[in-house]
């Protein structure tokens, strides 16, 4: 397996850096949105120990090749407000896929655009990747909508695509090519 390295990203107002130990607090307070803790590997409001072990596996995907999990920080403050990744399962067909979150407090702000923007333009540029998948539910358009104004577009419904909070819920599709 490749060895990645993590780069830093310029997303205007935001930047995409590694995770450190000083995000404890907001990964912290992403725990307490019980579907983020559903769509990802943070527990339930989590303990500090916890939200440790969320950005030390978050640090591990680029050491075990398997993608590039960011923080999304405020580019004065260095703060962060929410995680987007590029995820590498399919790179040997030459599709990655993103997934992203941010903090409630800081919805509203352009944080995912500016993150998916950045995110999406650097990842089409990786070797042999050529196209770009994201997946959203059909509530969340916010969402979607974002990835709209990234360039991506929706392919289709996938039905009982992801089990979600223990149910197969549906999700929208969305690709973006190079």
Known sequence: M???????????SFHLREFSDNDVPMVQQASMDQYISQI???????????????????RERV?????????????????????IGLWLRNADRGRASIGYWVVEAERGRGVVTAALSALS??????????????????????????AQACGFEREGLLRGWEIIDGEPKDLFMYSRLR
């Open 2 to 12: 490749q060895m990645l390295e993590q780069p830093e990203l310029d997303a205007g």
């Open 40 to 58: 990802t590997t943070l527990p339930y409001r989590a303990s500090a120990d916890e939200a440790v072990s969320f950005i030390h596996r978050q």
């Open 63 to 83: 050491l075990d090749g398997t993608g590039y999990s960011f923080a999304i920080a405020d580019a004065q403050t260095n703060s962060a407000v929410g995680q």
């Open 121 to 146: 333009a650097w990842g089409l540029t990786h070797p042999g990747i050529h196209r770009l998948e994201l997946y959203v539910q059909p509530w969340n358009v916010a969402s979607w909508r974002a």
